[in-house]
């Protein structure tokens, strides 16, 4: 069985500062984790995701993280805060051999304080 | 091009009545996804069909629920004798296929509620 842990349900930072989304994953075998983001009322976007290739990943926005399977973490970075970053933000891993039956995390609230 | 569409955007019913959710793929996706979203939470995973077979169906939570994509492209989500638990956005997602890293991309969803 494979889950993922967002550690922070609500994360608070002011516009033009650092981002840290934290995510902790479980998983019998090495996964594939993404990051997604929900705006209000748009679909789910992919951000970025892991695939057993290069550990640090880079993504759309600015946004990037690093795999460490010697922590089982998946935290999303971004240098700077943008106001259009406000969003909910899901973890999430699927198992390695295909990306059916993605495993979401609770998700975390992105706020940005002007 | 388009996207994942989903209709109706909202939904309301009332306790005992069938409900049927729409889900059009992207052209050309071969695998289609079904998942739900309850209040704050993050989506979970319901059916995934692969052409026209459902390829898993281990996420449907009991036999009120059924899904098909008869011709491998549009897929209908079927829930009979709703419940006020059954309220939920329901979120479809298509994919070019199943294929490591290949890309789930979502629709906008559907709002269900029960009342």
């Known amino acids: 069985a494979q889950s993922v842990t967002q550690l922070d349900s609500h994360v608070s930072v002011s516009e033009g500062t650092p981002v840290l989304l934290r995510c902790n994953y479980s998983s019998s075998y090495s996964p594939s984790l993404f990051w997604y983001v929900q705006h209000p009322n748009k679909g789910l976007q992919l951000l970025l995701k892991y695939t057993s290739a290069a550990t640090l990943v880079k993504g759309i926005n600015g946004f990037e993280a690093e795999f460490k399977k010697s922590e089982t973490s998946f935290h999303l970075t971004k240098p700077s805060a943008h106001m259009s970053d406000a969003a909910e933000y899901f973890c999430?891993?699927?198992?390695?051999?295909?990306?059916?039956?993605?495993?979401f995390g609770t998700g975390t609230r992105l706020t940005i304080i002007p | 091009g388009a996207g994942v569409s989903q209709t109706p955007s909202n939904k309301v019913t009332e306790k005992g009545k069938y409900v049927e959710l729409r889900c059009d793929p992207i052209s050309g996706h071969t695998a289609l996804y079904w998942y739900r979203q309850s209040l704050g939470q993050g989506p979970e995973f319901l059916i995934y069909f692969q052409g026209t077979g459902a390829a898993d169906d281990s996420g449907l939570p009991n036999d009120r629920f059924f899904a098909v994509r008869p011709e491998g492209s549009v897929s209908t989500l079927k829930i009979q004798r709703t419940e006020r638990g059954d309220s939920a956005v329901y979120l479809c997602a298509s994919s070019l296929t199943t294929g490591d890293g290949d890309e789930q991309y979502f629709g906008p969803g559907t709002r269900l509620t029960v009342t």
């Open positions: 999430v891993v699927s198992l390695p051999f295909g990306n059916e039956k993605l495993t």
